[in-house]
């Protein structure tokens, strides 16, 4: 089934450790996404990728990294996690930066102790 | 700043009508989203308004006027599985997408 995959859907995690969220999609959508979302807040953008090769900061990029070495794969690092970055991660993807609609994955709730 | 206003909860009797409004200030516009998200769920696609109007999608439609800043959803014939939160998203002149807190919409029989 066509979509977006996300890795882990959970996960615990002691602050200071290294996490990569994963995310892939086969869709050969050029832009993807990543956002985190908690209670009484929208959707917040981390980073953004308009296609291959290029990443770009959202709003709330401090503490997160992205790469994007090709078309389907757009991870999410966090390089020393710390308690303020549990949250429910989503990825998503739309065919272009400015068109189409967002696909978004299963989400990934992530808990930093 | 740009910003986006929604209820932050609502509630409706099934089988009936319910509107959810949506207000934005945004530097440019470029299409307005509506996406639902039951709880624990990903969001997912609804409708999408970049003229003037209502988008009619079965038992969904969607409202846009861009003079006033203003969107509606509205939803007939409630059904219990339409207790979920909308996402109302606005896509400003750059091209980004600026998103509301979302309505939780609870529906009682």
């Known amino acids: 089934i066509a979509g977006i995959t996300q890795a882990p859907t959970s996960q615990i995690l002691a602050a200071g450790r290294r996490m990569t969220l994963r995310c892939t999609q086969d869709?050969?959508?050029?832009?993807m996404y990543w956002y985190r979302q908690d209670l009484g807040l929208g959707l917040r953008l981390i980073h953004y990728s308009n296609t291959a090769g290029t990443t770009g900061k959202g709003e709330v990029p401090d503490g997160y990294s992205v790469s994007r070495a090709n078309t389907d794969d757009f991870p999410l690092t966090l390089a020393s996690a710390v308690p303020s970055q549990t949250s429910v991660y989503f990825c998503?993807?739309?065919?272009?930066?400015?068109?189409?609609?967002?696909?978004f994955g299963e989400g990934s709730r992530l808990t930093v102790l | 700043g740009q910003n986006i206003d929604q209820p932050t909860e609502m509630t409706a009797t099934e089988g009936a009508i319910v509107q959810i409004n949506c207000t934005y200030q945004?530097?440019?516009?470029?299409?307005l989203f509506w996406y639902q998200q039951h709880a624990g769920e990903a969001p997912t696609f609804l409708s999408y308004n970049v003229l003037d109007g209502l988008e009619e999608k079965g038992r969904f439609s969607s409202f846009l006027s861009r003079s006033k800043g203003y969107s509606y959803l509205l939803l007939k014939e409630l059904q219990m599985k339409d207790s979920a939160s909308y996402l109302c998203a606005v896509r400003d002149g750059s091209y980004q997408l600026i998103w509301g807190a979302g309505t939780k919409l609870i529906i009682k029989p």
């Open positions: 869709m050969r959508h050029n832009a």
């Open positions: 945004t530097s440019g516009f470029n299409g």
């Open positions: 998503a993807s739309s065919e272009g930066p400015d068109t189409g609609e967002l696909f």
